[in-house]
């Protein structure tokens, strides 16, 4: 963490125009929690057998980490225009700060940027990490059209869900460990055991905050809790009570969706709704697949420091609050 | 330019999600001159010592190449978002015929597109190759900044402005000839020759655009004349005019810059002070030192069929009308 947050303080943007590169200045300081540069290292890590890392891996390993967390963060920028989206980590976002322009073109840099630190990938390595730096790349495209589709259609199935947050959310972490190991020298049953485990824990971890956004502690979660409920979000809850409810339970809950202005209420009536169909316990069960899932994968690397912090990651992951 | 089309044509956007996809599709289909991947199979003929290439040649050329002509359509994609243009090759752009969000996510998926084609350069090649890429990338970004930059600055000189158009147009015609010729073998001098050719022509091809958008044949050139007048928009003709001019002069240009809502009597006016000037002179002598250097590389590169294409293009740039 620390060597990481060091190495993306010391990436260079003091240049000229600074119209262009102040933006991403400002967006990669923002903080966050550099999960996705975290998990290479920790997939490198227990490639090369959960000793600290010594400075050669951590040399070849680094330029990927950043390029994802460059990647992550340009996301964001344009996610951010795109969604009209006013603050990010408790600053303006960058479309409001400057404008939409500079977001468009700031963002592409950054893109731009990412594959820049990606070229620094040892060269007998580049190719495959090229070829799925852009696989997840697309993924992530991919899923943001689906999210945006899904707003829109009258019918989408749990399936379909699963499908959008895994392009979404999961494949920048299978990737990231997939990569991460990989370049510290993991033979290929081990590369699909970190990409399992990745992709596993992204799923878990977005059914949780779906969960959270509705159980979750105010104090804790950070974000007001409803706000998908609010806004009619085709969440794993919402589409589970879809699902599940019928007759008397289906038409209540169709008539709070058009309901407008009465947020307090809504968030209490629908947040019955799904206590009366038991969509969080299944929403937990489904976590908890997810959460196993990813602990199997251990069996296929090395017991070590590392993989131990990854059973930890995992586990945490169902229990977390925030 | 067959092969090319023909590859293009052949990409796959037939995928889902539509969403993404269709304007991607919608974008290449739209034509353009295939400048830049014209140039990279020149250059790698040029190498291959101007035989008609062959197949293998033109495999590992090929993918560079697209990737050139799918980055190219990618900065238009979002320059048409960023400058509002409603019309891009005779047909709505996609921001107008979709939305302003469609328009930022399926570029971005065009620039991830664009790195998904370069992966297949072969492997001993592509390391130099994608750190080409990504300075032609950044020089395009960075050029685009200083363009809107330049548009609200009081005092841009002439060598800002050549600095400028060198990022915004030039590089990208530089970086295609050098990687073409790269990827056939080309050495290290033959590279730099390759490169410094495409830069010359894009300078001059450039301020063969300023000169011809004031001084241009109406029927021939495709746009309005005097498009850039009307707008006070820092050409190389302006900012001439505004280094020459002085006292009298200077203050009538200023007026007519101040005008609004007399096109037709601003063109006219703004032209006559670029005659008495000599601006146009001025201009024509810089493309003519552009081309005589661009000309100067050919004695370091083969003398063949392809090399022959070179001398004929950058001949032809200096007489062009449209």
Not at 46 to 64: C, Q, R
Not at 122 to 138: G, R
Not at 227 to 245: S, V
Not at 296 to 309: G, H, S, V
Request: net charge negative.
């Amino acid at each position: 963490m620390t060597d990481i947050n060091k190495a993306i303080e010391s990436l260079p943007w003091d240049k000229e125009p600074r119209g262009l590169y102040e933006p991403i200045a400002y967006t990669l300081a923002s903080g966050g929690k550099r999960l996705r540069p975290t998990l290479a290292l920790i997939a490198a890590e227990a490639i090369v057998n959960g000793g600290l890392l010594n400075g050669d891996v951590i040399d070849h390993v680094m330029p990927a980490a950043l390029a994802l967390e460059v990647f992550h963060n340009f996301t964001l920028l344009h996610d951010d225009v795109m969604d009209r989206a006013q603050v990010r980590r408790g600053r303006p976002t960058v479309h409001v700060k400057w404008d939409d322009n500079t977001a468009i073109l700031s963002g592409d840099q950054m893109l731009i940027e990412a594959y820049k630190l990606l070229s620094d990938v040892p060269a007998d390595k580049l190719p495959k990490v090229l070829k799925w730096f852009n696989e997840m790349a697309t993924g992530i495209c991919e899923g943001q059209q689906y999210d945006v589709d899904f707003e829109h259609a009258n019918q989408v199935s749990i399936d379909d869900y699963m499908m959008m947050i895994e392009k979404k959310t999961s494949v920048l972490l299978a990737y990231a460990m997939k990569i991460g190991g990989y370049i510290a020298g993991a033979n290929e049953s081990q590369q699909e055991a970190l990409y399992q485990f990745g992709l596993h824990i992204g799923l878990a971890f977005q059914i949780q905050d779906d969960i959270l956004d509705v159980y979750g502690d105010p104090k804790t979660f950070g974000k007001a809790i409803g706000g998908d409920i609010c806004c009619n979000k085709k969440t794993f809850l919402l589409l589970t009570a879809m699902e599940r409810a019928d007759g008397e339970t289906k038409a209540e809950l169709l008539q709070w969706m058009m309901a407008s202005g009465k947020d307090t209420e809504k968030i209490a009536a629908v947040t019955a709704i799904y206590n009366r169909l038991g969509v969080r316990e299944a929403g937990e069960a489904v976590i908890e697949q997810h959460t196993s899932k990813a602990l199997q994968q251990l069996d296929r690397l090395p017991a070590n420091y590392a993989t131990e912090q990854m059973r930890q990651l995992a586990e945490k992951l169902v229990t977390r609050i925030s």
